[in-house]
């Protein structure tokens, strides 16, 4: 029968009896556990562990849950012994006929690991209501203890919120009996949940011990045991556990499922705030039985190697202040430029739909707004660490707010609608807001889609509309009751104020914002308000913007920055979260508006500007030209477009930062150097020059670096070259790169490159002037036959064919003997997806063979598939799948 068990070894199986010295069972009561343990057969192989590993599994899944622990905790490179436990009554261990309770589980485990003589250093591991189990022996046995691991569980249920609608239909009892006993539908409902399914080998491995009603009895009475409220018989000793952790203090690692219907990130929420120094990992896409939709075992003996083995200890997340001298928070320029001549001068201007300015706000006027929403803020229970998700569009509301949180010490989680509605979903949940401030659409998203939250609209709302969408206030009462609250003329802005200092700690936690999405779902970006503070004074120092100069923001992040740069800022009347709805009369309005003077907005923005360039009036066109200084990020410019939109800016400095979320911005160059970039890579005399998009060079406070490629495509090394022509991934260390990913632990640890470096899954090289050119993601490096191929330069030629609008090189088929295929938007587009034409085809291969690439299928589509927030990053993995498909004669529908 264990040979049938697919991932496991026969040789890890194992009963023990056990002496009882407590609980349900008389004092002596022998009791036959099963267990799968690994420890015999690293003792025969002479093999000394670094510790043990003590697996508890929930209900209703067994010590199979554990296999993959097993299986690497047997390689003689990172041996660990690890021991999977059946709880009684559960799995393979002895069917009882008794009703244990949680503290009579706990109480087994700690006769089982006394009959066992397990020795520390012992890291316990539970999922579901094992994690509970786990939870409690290790309080009991911190003597032994070096760290705790939890998977899908909980240890707490909010009084406020019922428990959840799978395990309150279980408990009915009109259910109970039926579904968890006398029928396997408990067992049948939780392997479904498996994302993706379970194969049938592995389903029918689970099913294997709960086979006949006989078997089920404890699956039942699990359930059962669950505490409901405070007068269940375990609710006791459940609490025990809950408040226990607030005092454990050892390493912790959370690996977690989003997609569980049981233990929703709510509950990793709840844990969190009982072990804020854990290291959590969320693994999108994947569900309740999180160690059978992912392989977790990587992520754990990484975690036992840097937290366990090497005596590391906490992570980094267990912050401690840094040095404050000379430290100036992002929000400092507001206060001086309050209190100083400036004062009564234009600080945030709002544009209304029609062009015309529709609100602003002096920086006194500013400072005082912020001053009472903060005050507001503070007396509805926003504090330091508070999660305050904003979904508010750049104007004078969010300025307001977000200020007003960053100075109260609360966390500002940044995801716009740009996600879409399924990420902009997954993203919010994920961040586990504990606050959302938003418009009504904003509002009635989260109440139609679960955004735990306590909600605050922008505006005050009639009572029916509040009590609908569940909204507890407004911004405008909190401003109203802040301004009330009185301070003595003692402000958010003055450092000696009773009701606001001290300041924040510089390495607290200040903001997540998220990326684009392009290169898989969104992940937050944790930083601090050290790293927002560098952030400002980088951008000021490369680009030379100083208060009283004048911001149009066509990027929500530039939006609000401009405060903090002291300068004056509007949005153009568009959203912003579709770039290219920016028009040339918008821009020139909101321009005009405050006689601008720098403008910043993506290329799919300044696409549309120069197409809608006809549509505007004279006026428009003189505060175009009045413009010194453009700014385009988000992704690469083409040259030819920046020639346009010089016409149209004449007077200004065309700049292409290049960065991302994790550091913004990296490197800078400007159209003229663009310009002699491009002229060098064409007369072949700059060595390293072309291949790529010249992105320049580092700008104030960064340093640069590449990790060379293997011939597998991947960067395995660790140690940074900056030598001409070596293309590898590129690192970028700097005061305002990202503390962490939020909650995506494995990733950040991923993301580290050497010591102070972070890497940023962009591939490219250096000339021998220093300047970078990026070559495209280390994700869409072909991996053909016989070289490399990065995509970018064969990219760039494709689309210098005045017949092709935008082109993908991606790979086909199996990694190593990838096929180059050309994915082209043609001019005009064409209707139909599929094999192009032999004209079209050829031009395509002789185009992409004088940038060295053999391209061997062109295929064509109306139009790239781009990501939602910047309508400019093609979707190259999505690309390779669709166009895998075609070429074996699939039909070619759209990418």
Known sequence: MIADWPGVDARWSREVDVTSTSGTDAPGTLRRWHLLDNGPELTRRGMVPAGTLLCVHGNPTWSYLWRSLLAAGSDPTHPWRVVAVDQLDMGLSERTGTFRRLADRI??????????????????????????????????????LAGVVLTNTAVHQPAHSPIPPALRLALHPAVHQWGTTTSDAFLRVTHSLAHPPLPPDVRNAYMAP???????????????????????????????VA????????????????RDPIFSDRYLKDLITRLPHADVHRYEGAGHLVAEDRNIAPAVFHWLATRITDGRGHAPGARTSGETAGFKPLWAPLGDLAEGPSAGG??????????SAARSLTWKQLAQDVDHLAAGLREAGVGPGSRVSLMVPPGVDLTVALYACLRLGAVV????????????????????PDFLIGIDKALAAARALGWAARLISVRDLPAARRQLLGVETSLAALARAGAGLGDGGQGVW???????????????????LFTSGSTGPAKGVLYTHRQLAAMRDTVAETFGIQPGHRLVAGFAPFALLGPALGTVSVTPAMDVTAPRTLTARALADAAAAIDATVVFASPAALRNVVATRSALSAEGTEALGRIKLLLSAGAPVPEPLLAEVQQLLPAASLHT??????????????????????????????????NGVCVGWPVHGARIAVIPLAPDGTAPGATPVTEAGTTGEILVSAPHVKEAYDRLWLTDQVSAGPAGWHRTGDVGHFDVDGRLWVEGRLAHVVTAPDALVTPVGAEQAIERLDCIRMAAVVGVGPAGTQA????????????????????????????????????????????????????????????????????????????
Do not use: C
């Open 107 to 144: 109480n087994d485990l700690g006769d089982l690991t006394d009959a066992l003589a397990l020795d520390g250093p012992v890291v316990s591991v539970g999922h579901d209501w094992g994690g509970v189990v786990s939870l409690g022996w290790a309080l009991a046995h911190q003597h032994q």
């Open 210 to 240: 709960y086979r006949g009603a006989s078997r089920r009895a404890g699956v039942g009475n699990f359930v059962a045991d669950i505490p409901t409220d405070a007068s269940h018989p375990s609710f006791a000793a459940l609490d025990g």
């Open 243 to 258: 408040e226990g952790l607030r005092g454990l203090d050892v390493p912790a690692l959370m690996l977690w499922g989003p």
């Open 346 to 355: 234009t600080a945030v201007v709002e544009m209304a739909p029609d062009g």
């Open 413 to 432: 989680v940044v995801a716009d609608a740009g996600l879409g509605t399924k990420g902009l979903s997954r993203a919010v949940k994920g961040a586990t």
């Open 494 to 512: 003055s450092r000696d104020a009773n009701a606001f200092s001290p300041d924040p700690d510089p390495d607290s936690a200040a903001a997540v």
């Open 657 to 690: 930062p290049y960065g991302m979320t994790e550091a913004l911005p990296v490197t800078d160059i400007s159209l003229e150097q663009i310009q002699a970039a491009a002229a060098d890579a064409e007369s072949g005399t700059m060595p390293g020059a072309g």
């Open 820 to 895: 180059v295929a050309a994915v082209v938007e043609t001019d005009p587009p064409t209707r139909k997806a599929g094999p192009a034409g032999m004209q079209l085809a050829g031009k395509v291969r002789d185009a992409a063979r004088s940038a060295g690439v053999s391209v061997a299928a062109v295929l064509v589509v109306p139009a790239q598939p781009t990501d939602i927030r910047h309508n400019a990053k093609i979707d190259r993995t999505r690309l390779s799948r669709w166009a895998s498909s075609v070429l074996a004669g699939g039909r070619p529908g759209t990418p």
